[in-house]
């Protein structure tokens, strides 16, 4: 059984930085993709970041690309999500997902994305 918890969120100023962390707990993570997602009430979730197995392909919503940078750690099963340049339009919970291997997961489908965490809350005041 896969466990995702997510860490990180807090409040920030817009222009500022956050490091959010995922740890994976379970068999083969080197066996997933993963990513980030964020969502507000009542809105659809958003992909924001993809990561592949081996750390050396990943993808970005245009709203993020060029201010945030996901990575993993495969030693310690840990991803992580550095956001820089924060905007108010960042504010979201984050949540932290695993595609098994197969999984068309480049596009952020969130319905390809097979475990997921509870979510961290990010608030960007302007």
């Known amino acids: 059984q896969v466990t995702l918890v997510e860490s990180g969120g807090d409040s920030a100023q817009a222009g500022e930085s956050l490091r959010l962390a995922c740890l994976f707990s379970g068999p083969d993570f080197t066996y997933y993709a993963m990513a980030w997602f964020r969502q507000n009430p009542g809105k659809q979730r958003e992909g924001v970041s993809a990561?592949?197995?081996?750390?050396?392909?990943?993808y970005y919503a245009d709203s993020v690309e060029g201010r945030f940078t996901v990575s993993r750690d495969n030693a310690k099963n840990m991803i992580y999500l550095q956001m820089n340049r924060l905007l108010p339009q960042d504010t979201a919970r984050y949540f932290c997902a695993a595609a098994a291997y197969g999984r068309r997961w480049r596009g952020m489908p969130p319905d390809q994305y097979d475990y997921w965490g509870q979510g961290t809350q990010v608030t960007v005041s302007s």
């Open positions: 990561i592949s197995w081996t750390g050396e392909s990943t």
